[in-house]
């Protein structure tokens, strides 16, 4: 792994950025700007919040509450989906166990 830092620079609400990263992790950062400029211009749209600083605390406050909700999801058991298929499961497991008790 090449841990050599090189400038990249990002554009967040018209406004170029340069920051450094390791070459492996380029994609990640300019995938991460994208989101960061996508959800605060989000914000500066709905009129609700005024001045870039604002914008920027609000943006980074929805995405961290975004993670901590995806990783809570995940610790309580999977997504949504895993959930829905856990309980079919049991439900099948549950009708099952009557039919055979219905077969003795």
Do not use: W, Y
């Not at 919040?49 to 993670?67: K, Q, T």
């Not at 901590?68 to 309980?87: M, Y």
């Amino acid at each position: 792994m090449n841990n050599d830092a090189i400038p990249v620079t990002v554009r967040i609400m018209d406004k170029e950025f340069c920051v450094s990263c390791p070459n492996e992790e380029r994609d990640g950062l300019v995938e991460s700007a994208r989101l960061l400029d996508k959800k605060m211009r989000e914000i500066r749209d709905s009129r609700r919040v005024i001045g870039a600083d604002r914008i920027a605390v609000i943006a980074a406050l929805n995405i961290a509450h975004e993670l901590i909700e995806t990783s809570s999801k995940k610790e309580q058991g999977g997504s949504e989906f895993d959930l829905r298929i856990k309980s079919i499961q049991e439900k099948v497991e549950t009708a099952l166990c009557k039919n055979k008790q219905l077969e003795l």
